[in-house]
């Protein structure tokens, strides 16, 4: 399932009905930690892997995770392949993916790290907290239907890989068996 939301106490409330116990959570944009603290109670027995670029997040980070054992904070931007490479070789299943680059943030730049992150993690549910895709969804009509029932566009998977974008290699195994 992928979830949208803007309300920072409505996305707090869906962590709540999403995460498992033992899940593997992947947390982009996790600022100083508020909202980690309730996904780490939520998978108490599982891991979170919590991610933001700012200076701020450092000290707040590094004392929750004295804390906090389950989660594992890097400073990295989310938009660089490298920080998504690091994350894939650390865990083995993504259960959860969180976006919250902030609510009111490019809503270009969120689906793009979306979309990346969850063709390569494949999450069983994905949560997305942006206002403008909100928005887009809410405004948009279409009379076709094309949907995925996973956490990422799994229905669209095989379709139009574009081979020479070094993101993609992580996302396709076509791509990985042909050693692109
Ligand atoms: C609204 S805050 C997140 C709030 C947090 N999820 C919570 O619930 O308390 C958005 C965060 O996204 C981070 N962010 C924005 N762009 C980023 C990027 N490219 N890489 C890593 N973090 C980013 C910002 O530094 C900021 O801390």
């Known amino acids: 399932m992928i979830k949208v939301v803007y309300d920072i106490k409505v996305y707090r409330e869906a962590l709540k009905d999403i995460i498992k116990s033992e899940d593997t959570v992947v947390e982009l944009g996790c600022h100083i930690g508020n909202s980690t603290k309730i996904i780490s109670k939520l998978a108490h027995e599982g891991k979170v892997i919590s991610i933001d670029n700012s200076p701020e997040s450092v000290e707040s980070m590094g004392a929750l995770i004295r804390d906090y054992n389950n989660v594992e904070f890097t400073k990295a931007d989310v938009r ?37 992150w969850s063709s390569s993690l494949k999450p069983r549910d994905t949560i997305i907290r ?51």
């Open 80 to 116: 660089l392949h490298e920080t998504l490479e690091t994350v894939i070789r650390k865990i083995k299943t993504c259960n959860v993916l969180s976006v919250d680059l902030g609510g009111g943030y490019h809503p270009d730049t969120t689906f793009k790290v979306f979309f990346i």
């Open 130 to 180: 942006n206002r403008g895709l909100l928005d887009f969804i809410h405004s948009s009509k279409t009379e076709e239907t094309i949907k995925s029932s996973e956490g990422w566009l799994e229905s669209s998977a095989k379709d139009g890989v574009p081979p020479r974008l070094k993101e993609f290699t992580l996302w396709s195994s076509k791509l990985k068996k042909e050693g692109i």
